[in-house]
Nanobody
Framework: QEQLVESGGGLVQAGGSLRLSCAASGRTFSRYIMGWFRQAPGKEREFVAHISESGRRTSYTDSVKGRFTISRDNAKNTVYLQMNSLKPEDTALYYC????????????WGQGTQVTVSS
């Protein structure tokens, strides 16, 4: 069982930046595809970004391309989401997740960290 703990959320003005972190507890972190998702009030959870096991491949939803960067440090069992040029529509609860099976199932999830962007 993998435990994931997000941190780094907060309140920021539009145009500002935040860096989210997600620390994993297990010894097999480097084997997982890692993803970030978000859920805004009244909306369904949506994919934000994911990163391959090695960190060489990344993918983003269109609305964050050029503003957000996902990265990972396998030595620290941590995945990051650098968020720049934040917009009010980025306000959401952000979750990290681990895809052990590499099928897009994301078997393990964190509890989430709140990001609020004021206009």
């Amino acid at each position: 069982q993998e435990q994931l703990v997000e941190s780094g959320g907060g309140l920021v003005q539009a145009g500002g930046s935040l860096r989210l972190s997600c620390a994993a507890s297990g010894r097999t972190f480097s084997r997982y595809i890692m993803g970030w998702f978000r859920q805004a009030p009244g909306k369904e959870r949506e994919f934000v970004a994911h990163i391959s096991e090695s960190g060489r491949r990344t993918s983003y939803t269109d609305s964050v391309k050029g503003r957000f960067t996902i990265s990972r440090d396998n030595a620290k069992n941590t995945v990051y989401l650098q968020m720049n040029s934040l917009k009010p529509e980025d306000t959401a609860l952000y979750y990290c997740a681990a895809d052990r099976s590499k099928t897009g199932s994301y078997e393990y999830w964190g509890q989430g960290t709140q990001v609020t962007v004021s206009s």
